[in-house]
């Protein structure tokens, strides 16, 4: 296991060289002069003389051929530099260093809500299956597959501030720092980022346990004389949730990149909202590092779950 | 036991989720923002102008503002952009030397000057700096520093295309030559202790306005200097490094200063304005999404919006206001904008000028240009017609007049037909006809598409034109290839800088002496330049207009740059808000020093 755990480490390297080289071409050839769009300004609307294009080209390093850039770029960042922001002119790590934790409180706040309705509700519509209840919740995750998230996330303000005239408490509050305020201000993003997934988990393990409960082993359970509980949790629940987890774990490097508009929806300081004020401003540093951020997580992710996945059915070895 | 089953699992399933639900609606927030804390100053404390129409000024109290633009900031770096963070930091983080009184908002006041005498020949001005003022770090700051920044903005040490100030780099001497020896009679020199002597290229009508800008902020010259003198990069000041320091009403509050997230501008306790200002503090938060910011102000948890949300049309603030009736107010206005078209007088179906064909072909696209179906179709009908200068300053002209010089602007059916009519006329003198169409081609920013296929729209239906609309890309892909004079037509848009109409000649021609961003169409006109070398130095308001008016109607007449409609602009507070004059235009600072919020 260590061995192949060892490997799939090693098997990040080209990965992420390989992304890296992948972004900052695209980034390159995509049209538009960087240095013309920060020197229009936000709204477009300012003015510049060709020289100073020149100079800010020269400054950001634009001048200098593009495999010149991109070895610079690497190195520095093999150093642990991740460079500086062409639109703020600040470092990127201290950056991006406090968006991390504030995505991951909304990705994990999203993954608990996800797992805690989705699951139990998948196991309710198994069990009356075919019910009025079934039917009500089978349409609920339909439902939530076929909405955006974003549109979701509009929902979900427009309700909350033109029926209740509520919202969240504005700005942003860590865990750590003041839990209940961080929950007020987390548990509706984290709702609407994780609504189309709770439909895919509700229907997964729905579609899983009644297979499950077709099984032979659990007519012989029941045949024994086991309660419809211990049969229902202890035989049937166990065997049908291992392909909803590694469907789950999918969905959390789902609920990762889904960040990047219910970031920016709710106003939530985190990784996702950068990447798009990075899109939109083309701070090509900070979007390089983003995508990389990126690719980083959804290889881990990946990894966690092929590791659960042995974990959950021993029968699994990697070698 | 099956239904035992449902119901735990169910149970389970909720009970987090009500537990979130629970702890996310325990706020004690309600739609109303609390009550300031209050304390009602003495007499001695509120010596000030602070416009008090509903009971005596009260301290305290927070007003939170969307952080929809850069976090970076520097009054002398080009990217001074129209977010409020950048425009609200004149006149709360930052002060001006003089500026448009905030209470009336059309009389200049001091602001950081205690004094200002021009000279009678119009081309000195001697600013007396009110003495004692200290900045946010206690620090004096003094004429030196009022120097620094001016010549930061004239000479550029910093590399940075402040274009903001372009009226102050055109009015105000060099203070350098070339070489960067001081020049023998600079434009700008300290003549007494707390004394400036600002020399300018000629007199001009315009130069208390230009100094005015809302842009022409000071800082002290502690920092600036240690930028500029470290090699003149591009770069701004730097709140990480501490030099986001000023002398206004607010200071930056470093612990709660957030890249992307939540800044806040906390009360000024040494504001060398007595008793000022009356909020303890101004929050910024992260708010880029428009749907959000609108969700927010109706929730109550934000009490500005706008100047210059170009995303939100009038109609949205009108139901915002319909809606939320007193807890809001809506404050609609005029933008000052030059919005519409430049044609290529460099191109043979369009140029030069004096080309008979050319000539006609250009005053048909101007007499078909409908502004009043532009500002219906792209603004809900809430738009200005844009003569060249702002309908407000009537002692140009009045609407009529305007009408009357320049009948392509009059939206009177019976004159739009006439216009239509006269302009298919001047087709078929050029040679064109419904069969032999003009063919052009309209290059358009892609952000600006719908503007472009607005005019196209109707100059393809109306007169004998077949005009296909190419996206350049962004702003920056496109003027790449403006500045080629690879193009016909475009679209064109730019904001007056600071309140006179010298700002619009300044921002839409090509007048800069560093070349704005080289607009290659090729028009130009001595008369146009006269006119404008005589409105200069005009004192009397009424002949000025006069010489303004003359250009107005030559940029018509030519129909080179093709002015058309701005959209309108609106600025909402809350209703509790006291002591605010909303401003008319975007020329104007956004100082809340006299706000206070009514209990």
Known sequence: MKEYILKRLLLFIPTLIGTALAIFILLRVLPGDVAEIILSGPAGQGSFAHEDVLRLREDLGLDKPIYVQFGQWVWDMVRGDLGESYVTRRSISAQIKNQIPVTLQLAALSALTVAAVGIPIGILAAVRRDSLLDVILRGWAILGLATPSFFAGLLVILGLSTIFRWMPPVGFSHMWVDPVVSIQQLVFPALALGFASNGLLLRMMRTQLLEVLGDDYVRTARSKGLSNTIVIWRHAVRNALLPVVTTFGFQVGALLSGTVVIEAVFSVPGVGGGLVAALLSRDLPMIQIYIIYFAVLALVVNLLVDLTYAWLDPRIRYE | ?599
């Not at chain 2, 055109?170 to 300290?190: F, M, Q, R």
């Not at chain 2, 169409?521 to 207009?545: C, I, S």
């Open chain 2, 1 to 599: 036991m099956r239904n035992l089953i449902s119901k735990r699992g169910l149970a389970g399933a909720m009970l987090v989720i009500v537990l979130l639900a629970t702890l996310a609606c325990s706020s004690g927030d309600d739609s109303v923002p609390a009550a300031p804390t209050v304390a009602v100053p003495s007499s001695a404390d509120t010596g000030t102008s602070a416009a008090s129409t509903d009971g005596a000024p009260v301290y305290g109290g927070t007003v939170t503002v969307p952080a929809t633009g850069s976090w970076a900031f520097d009054p002398a770096s080009n990217v001074f952009g129209f977010s409020w963070q950048k425009l609200g930091a004149g006149g709360n983080m930052w002060n001006e030397l003089i500026r448009i009184s905030p209470t009336d908002r059309e009389t200049f006041e001091g602001d950081l000057a205690e004094s200002w005498q021009m000279s009678d020949d119009g081309l000195t001005l001697k600013v007396k700096l009110i003495d004692g003022i200290m900045d946010h770090e206690g620090d004096p700051f003094t004429i030196e520093d009022v120097y620094y920044q001016l010549f930061r903005y004239v000479e550029r040490p910093n590399k940075t295309p402040a274009n903001t100030q372009a009226c102050l780099r055109t009015y105000v001497k060099k203070v350098l030559d070339e070489s960067g020896n001081k020049l023998a009679e600079p434009g700008l020199e300290i003549t007494g202790t707390h004394e400036i002597s600002i020399r300018f290229t000629a007199p001009r009508a315009s130069t208390i306005a230009c100094l005015g800008s809302p842009s022409v902020l000071y800082t002290p010259s502690k920092y600036t200097k240690a930028i500029d003198d470290a090699g003149g990069g591009y770069r701004d000041i730097d709140p990480d490094k501490g030099e986001y320091v000023g002398t206004g009403p607010f200071k930056i509050d470093m612990n709660n200063y957030e890249v992307g997230a939540r800044m806040v501008w906390e009360r000024n306790p040494n504001y060398f304005k007595a008793g000022l200002p009356y909020l303890d503090s101004i929050e910024h938060v992260l708010m880029s999404d428009d749907s959000a910011i609108l969700a927010n102000i109706r929730a109550g948890r934000l009490d500005v919006l706008g100047p210059l949300a170009p995303n939100f049309r009038m109609s949205e603030m009108q139901q915002l206001k319909k809606d939320l009736g007193d807890k809001i107010l809506l404050h609609p206005h005029a933008q000052y904008r030059w919005e519409g078209i430049q044609l290529n007088v460099q191109d043979p179906a369009l140029g030069p000028v004096g080309d008979p064909n050319a000539d006609k072909v250009r005053k048909a696209i101007r007499l078909a240009v409908d502004p009043q179906e532009y500002i219906d179709g792209l603004y809900d009908g809430e738009g200005t017609i844009m003569v060249g200068f702002n309908l407000r300053d009537t002692w140009i002209n009045t609407l009529e007049g305007w009408y009357s010089d320049m009948p392509a602007f009059n939206p009177d059916p019976a004159s739009r037909a006439k216009m239509v009519v006269d302009a298919k006329q001047l087709m078929v003198d050029a040679g064109y006809g419904p069969d032999n169409k003009l063919s052009l081609l309209y290059l358009c920013a892609t952000p600006t598409q719908h503007k472009c296929e607005a005019v196209a729209g109707q100059l393809n239906r109306d007169i004998y034109v077949d005009i296909t609309v190419a996206l350049g890309g962004g702003y920056g892909a496109t003027s790449e290839k403006v500045r080629k004079g690879d193009y016909q037509i475009m679209s064109t848009a730019h904001n007056g800088r600071f309140a006179d109409p010298d700002a619009m000649t300044l921002n839409v021609y090509p007048l800069w002496p560093d070349g704005g961003r080289n607009y290659t169409n090729g028009w130009t006109n001595d008369k146009f330049w006269d006119l404008h070398a005589k409105q200069n130095v005009e004192p009397d308001k009424t002949t000025r207009g006069g010489y303004l008016r003359e250009m107005a109607k030559i940029v018509y007449e030519d129909a080179a740059m093709i002015s058309i409609a701005t959209g309108p602009n609106f600025w909402i507070n809350r209703g509790n808000w006291r002591g605010y004059t909303p401003p008319p235009d975007p020329n104007v600072g956004y100082s809340l020093e006299n706000v206070w919020l009514a209990p």
